[in-house]
Antibody, heavy 118, light 108 residues
Framework: QVQLQESGPGLVKPSQTLSLTCTVS??????????WSWIRQPAGKGLEWIGR???????NYNPSLKSRVTISVDTSKNQFSLKLSSVTAADTAVYYC??????????WGQGTLVTVSS | DIQMTQSPSSLSASVGDRVTITCRAS??????LNWYQQKPGKAPKLLIY???SLQSGVPSRFSGSGSGTDFTLTISSLQPEDFATYYC??????????FGPGTKVDIK
């Protein structure tokens, strides 16, 4: 059974870079035809897809965030990562990682709350 | 961008009720439509993929239908554990996956 776990700082200062890592267990991140996605959810609001990466390194990003987002993968550690630069309070949210098969997000991490505040 | 809308935004229902939630896309997305259930403090859970395929392990009281721009999620007999928020998501545009705003199902 595939499991995903987000990790990273829970508090980031405005204008700094948010960095999160998703560790995949129960299977190799390189096996199968899967993308690996990041999604976020502000408190009390809906879901926003941030972007995804294939293990080849190919990425797709939400155009509204594209200028600030970088998603990378480290197959040796079975991890993929999210960097979001120049954060503001509007980036405060629960951030989820998920396994993406043809856009179907069947496996999710538990989520991690990131607060942007000085 | 493909915009997703859902109706209703919330509903109150009783255990045993038949519940239908509608999702509409701003353009045709064929059958590239997925449904998720989210409970408070938890990650979303995939229920239905490709508009009508039941995800493994999901009870058969959940079903999905539709294609093109109009889709429905039906719960044939609402159970206590089904009180949650439901989201649709289009996976037609691989450049930008978008979710509907959600439908909250609570107890009448």
């Amino acid at each position: 059974q595939v499991q995903l776990q987000e990790s990273g700082p829970g508090l980031v200062k405005p204008s700094q870079t948010l960095s999160l890592t998703c560790t995949v267990s129960g299977g190799s991140i390189s096996s199968g035809s899967y993308y690996w996605s990041w999604i976020r959810q502000p408190a009390g609001k809906g879901l926003e897809w941030i972007g995804r990466i294939y293990t080849s390194g190919s990425t797709n990003y939400n155009p509204s965030l594209k200028s600030r987002v970088t998603i990378s993968v480290d197959t040796s550690k079975n991890q993929f990562s999210l960097k979001l630069s120049s954060v503001t309070a509007a980036d405060t949210a629960v951030y989820y990682c998920a396994r993406d098969r043809f856009g179907e997000l069947a496996y999710w991490g538990q989520g991690t709350l990131v607060t942007v505040s000085s | 961008d493909i915009q997703m809308t859902q109706s209703p935004s919330s509903l109150s229902a009783s255990v045993g009720d038949r519940v239908t939630i509608t999702c509409r896309a701003s353009q045709s997305i064929s059958s590239y439509l997925n449904w998720y259930q989210q409970k408070p403090g938890k990650a979303p859970k995939l229920l239905i993929y490709a508009a009508s395929s039941l995800q493994s392990g999901v009870p058969s009281r959940f079903s999905g239908s539709g294609s093109g721009t109009d889709f429905t999620l039906t719960i044939s007999s609402l159970q206590p554990e089904d009180f949650a928020t439901y989201y649709c998501q289009q996976s037609y545009s691989t450049l930008l996956f978008t979710f509907g705003p959600g439908t909250k199902v609570d107890i009448k």
